[in-house]
């Protein structure tokens, strides 16, 4: 059982969602280039966004991963203000950005995004507490000696509690524990299981009161590949369309489990900049968001918001 939070009120489940774009049928999103530019053209004529489309009242909240550096350029700015109500650092709220070093915490960066989202009225969630990746090795070293399972918790408990407290009432929802299961759908054998068993999951999620929890999607995108042994493509009208129909058919279930998704959040900004262009490939570039390089919107943007 879940003891009652002394540091925040609540903490949303996630759900990570990652997919290629399939074979589909054309439905409603097929469009020619004079189309498309059309409705960039009217686009541009508007102030109107996705958090417009979907207001947290009737929808959901509408979020996007960014790093600390996009508060410095202007045309980032822009489209995150038009579209978006929601921000979640990428990686500089994560274990190595916050706390590289034992006991010395670096909240610059951090800090950064959650003021840009205040002074634009935005929500913050926070990603994450407690993960396999990006995690410094001191953790589980005691000297030259493997950490115990109690140095271990204990330093989890100090890492969670002093983010957690750092930014109280800015934050309003956390990713505690990500991806702690694997594909196969058991317990990931990271350096946290390995030392410390399901214990460890229990321990983060131990600051958090057992509410009614709510489902958020988090780290969207869809990517333009649906195979690691796909070769670097182009962005295609065909692959336009299909992804537009993919983004599409999200959306339709999203809209129909509206009651329970409190929030989106997609893990980028536009197609410029994505950790896909260097996973699971290499210096494949990818194309997996509402928003082409220029920012301009794609053709799956306006399946989105046409409903």
């Known amino acids: 059982m879940l003891k009652k939070s002394k540091i925040e009120p609540f903490i949303f489940i996630v759900m990570w969602t990652f997919c290629g774009v399939t074979s589909c049928n054309k439905d409603d999103s097929t469009t020619d280039g004079n189309e498309l530019q059309k409705k960039i053209d009217e686009y541009n004529q508007c102030d109107e966004g996705l958090k417009d489309y979907y207001t947290p009242a009737e929808y959901f909240n509408m979020g996007v991963a960014i790093p600390s550096s996009f508060v410095d350029n202007q045309g980032k700015v822009n489209l995150i203000k038009r579209h978006f109500n929601s921000v979640t650092a990428d990686n500089d709220m994560k274990w190595s950005s916050l706390q590289p070093t034992e006991g010395i915490f670096n909240f610059t960066n951090a800090d950064k995004i959650v003021a840009f989202a ?170 997996p968001f509402l928003f082409d390089e220029n920012y301009n919107p794609k053709q799956a943007y306006f399946t989105v918001i046409n409903f």
């Not at 988090?218 to 992804?243: C, G, H, M, R, W």
């Open 118 to 287: 205040q002074a634009n009225g935005m929500k913050v969630r926070g990603h994450c507490l407690c993960w396999h990746n990006q995690v410094p090795a001191w953790i589980f070293k005691d000297g030259d000696a493997d950490a115990s399972k109690e140095l271990v918790l204990q330093r989890l408990t100090t890492h969670i509690t002093t983010v957690v407290n750092h930014f109280k009432g800015k934050v309003y929802a956390w990713d505690v524990v990500n991806e702690a299961i694997d594909d196969a759908g058991s317990y990931r054998t990271s350096q946290w299981y390995t030392i410390c068993g399901e214990e460890y999951i229990f321990e983060a999620f131990d600051k958090y009161s057992s509410l009614g929890l709510e489902l958020q999607i988090t780290e969207f995108d869809v990517s333009v590949y649906t195979s690691n042994s796909d070769p670097e493509s182009t962005y295609t009208s065909e692959i336009a369309l299909k992804q537009a129909v993919a983004y599409g058919r999200f959306f339709s279930a999203f809209r129909d489990y509206k009651n329970d998704i409190t929030g989106i959040t997609f893990w980028g900004l536009a197609d410029d900049y994505t950790w896909l262009d260097n996973f699971p490939v290499a210096g494949r570039k990818n194309y």
